[in-house]
């Protein structure tokens, strides 16, 4: 069982650039994540879904994007890279967001560097 | 809303000393509260929860936490550090759907 799988795992881009970072998960979870994680700031949402089809914004969407045509993937699209989008990026995904089984499973990430 | 502090971003212990790592929650509602662990290149992995009922729990590799309300506290503890003890810890707590996640601790254990 693989879980949430993430690729890749390190990216340089250069400013301006484009890339799509992967994300699947094959535990049929309807509820997946995007998360960046910069030192000493914790975790912040990117973008979430809750299912096929429907995803929404979170706490720091600008500058990304996201699609989910199926239950199993959820890319995240970062159109025009800038410095400020260096991180590490997270996926996440959870059977259910009822507060008491709302537990993420989380990919390894991808490390990102916008030079 | 739902927010979580945790007190102190590195805590270094020594092997075989008590762990603790302190995390303060504010919540409008009765809350949900979680730690996660982030072992170094890994992503987070589940080390307990707190939902309702016991306000001891207990988690993976002998950690345990005490929700205690009426400090509005879910402190992390952990009798003896291991060296493989070493990682970054968040507390969490669900607000809405989401998970609010703490800044992290990330805790050092000397030999």
């Known amino acids: 069982n693989a879980g949430v799988t993430q690729t890749p795992k390190f990216r340089i881009l250069k400013i301006g650039q484009s890339m799509t970072l992967q994300c699947t998960q094959d535990m049929n979870h309807n509820y997946m994540y995007w998360y960046r994680q910069d030192p000493g700031m914790g975790l912040k949402l990117i973008y979430y879904?809750?299912?096929?089809?429907?995803?929404d914004k979170g706490e720091v969407p600008n500058g990304y994007n996201v699609s989910r045509s199926t239950t199993e993937d959820f890319p995240l699209r970062l159109e025009l890279a800038a410095p400020s989008q260096t991180s590490v990026y997270f996926c996440?995904?959870?059977?259910?967001?009822?507060?008491?089984?709302?537990?993420?499973?989380f990919g390894a990430g991808t490390r990102l560097s916008v030079l | 809303a739902q927010s979580v502090t945790q007190l102190g971003s590195h805590v270094s212990v020594s092997e075989g000393a008590l762990v603790l790592l302190r995390c303060n929650y504010s919540s409008s509602v009765p809350p949900y509260l979680f730690w996660y662990v982030q072992y170094p290149n890994q992503g987070l992995q589940l080390l307990l929860k707190?939902?309702?009922?016991?306000?001891l729990v207990k988690g993976i590799n002998g950690f345990e936490a005490e929700f205690k309300k009426s400090e509005t506290s879910f402190h992390l503890t952990k009798p003896s550090a291991h060296m493989s003890d070493a990682a970054e810890y968040f507390c969490?707590?669900?607000?809405?759907?989401?998970?609010?996640f703490g800044a992290g601790t990330r805790l050092f254990v000397k030999a």
């Open positions: 707190y939902t309702t009922g016991a306000t």
């Open positions: 996440a995904s959870s059977y259910s967001v009822r507060e008491a089984k709302n537990i993420q499973y």
């Open positions: 879904s809750v299912g096929a089809g429907i995803t």
């Open positions: 969490a707590v669900i607000g809405g759907f989401k998970t609010i």
